[in-house]
């Protein structure tokens, strides 16, 4: 089929052991650690989850640089589990949540922290704080089917070397399947979708020249330099 101007390349993310995985949407949950809560000045109380999205092309790979991003002077790390999803639905049931997922990553959900501050501020949209260029570095997807579905195992981030992050995927206010069921009464989810599911305490700026590395155990790793 033409088009009326080039496709652009499909964005992807290698499989450990298998063939990359297409990206389809990203949806990123938010304040999902009640530590990180209230660090940000909100109330932790197990309170509907709500959601943000990424764009797809904005995935970056495990081990590149990311672009110091323009119209910010405080760039955020946030470190996350990432589920894969590999079978749709809506409406999903929770206890059958769990077979809709292809695997998991370590993500970082990047964040121009004074663009988000002031459009909270605002009543406006978080897009240009969230959904930038490069905002989404993740590492390979480890397939549910060699690894099972983790719901405890440390979340860590080092910068420089010096621990800045650190919680438990059993501290998750909402839990992975929870949160696929609750997501999937919004939208359909479809196969190649990514849910970054929250981050712990420890949120902090980073400057050029500073090296990321992320861990969620039993996962994976993910190393970025700011550029």
Same mark, same amino acid.
């Given at each position: 089929?033409?088009?009326?101007?080039?496709?652009?390349?499909?964005?992807?993310?290698?499989?450990?052991?298998?063939?990359?995985?297409?990206?389809?949407?990203?949806?990123?949950?938010?304040?999902?650690?009640?530590?990180?809560?209230?660090?940000?000045?909100?109330?932790?109380?197990?309170?509907?989850?709500?959601?943000?999205?990424?764009?797809?092309?904005?995935?970056?790979?495990?081990?590149?640089?990311?672009?110091?991003?323009?119209?910010?002077?405080?760039?955020?790390?946030?470190?996350?589990?990432?589920?894969?999803?590999?079978? !749709?639905?809506?409406?999903?049931?929770?206890?059958?949540?769990?077979?809709?997922?292809?695997?998991?990553?370590?993500?970082?959900?990047?964040?121009?922290?004074?663009?988000?501050?002031?459009?909270?501020?605002?009543?406006?949209?978080?897009?240009?704080?969230?959904?930038?260029?490069?905002?989404?570095?993740?590492?390979?997807?480890?397939?549910?089917?060699?690894?099972?579905?983790?719901?405890?195992?440390?979340?860590?981030?080092?910068?420089? !070397?010096?621990?800045?992050?650190?919680?438990?995927?059993?501290?998750?206010?909402?839990?992975?399947?929870?949160?696929?069921?609750?997501?999937? !009464?919004?939208?359909?989810?479809?196969?190649?979708?990514?849910?970054?599911?929250?981050?712990?305490?420890?949120?902090?700026?980073?400057?050029?020249?500073?090296?990321?590395?992320?861990?969620?155990?039993?996962?994976?790793?993910?190393?970025?330099?700011?550029?």
């Amino acid at each position: 089929m033409a088009h009326a101007i080039p496709l652009w390349p499909q964005p992807v993310l290698p499989v450990a052991g298998g063939d990359p995985f297409p990206v389809r949407r990203i949806y990123c949950v938010g304040r999902n650690y009640a530590a990180h809560a209230r660090e940000m000045g909100a109330d932790p109380d197990r309170e509907p989850p709500f959601f943000f999205m990424k764009p797809a092309d904005a995935i970056l790979p495990d081990g590149a640089v990311l672009p110091y991003p323009p119209k910010t002077a405080n760039l955020h790390h946030e470190i996350e589990l990432v589920v894969a999803i590999g079978r !749709g639905g809506a409406d999903i049931p929770v206890d059958r949540a769990l077979d809709h997922v292809f695997g998991y990553a370590v993500g970082l959900d990047m964040t121009r922290r004074d663009l988000q501050n002031a459009a909270k501020k605002e009543g406006k949209p978080w897009d240009m704080g969230k959904g930038f260029d490069h905002s989404a570095p993740c590492g390979a997807l480890r397939r549910a089917a060699d690894i099972g579905h983790p719901d405890r195992g440390a979340v860590t981030l080092t910068v420089n !070397g010096e621990p800045r992050q650190k919680g438990d995927l059993s501290d998750l206010i909402w839990s992975i399947p929870e949160t696929i069921a609750y997501l999937s !009464g919004f939208v359909t989810l479809q196969p190649g979708d990514l849910i970054m599911t929250g981050t712990p305490e420890g949120v902090a700026a980073v400057t050029r020249g500073d090296v990321l590395e992320g861990a969620v155990e039993g996962v994976g790793t993910l190393t970025v330099t700011i550029g």
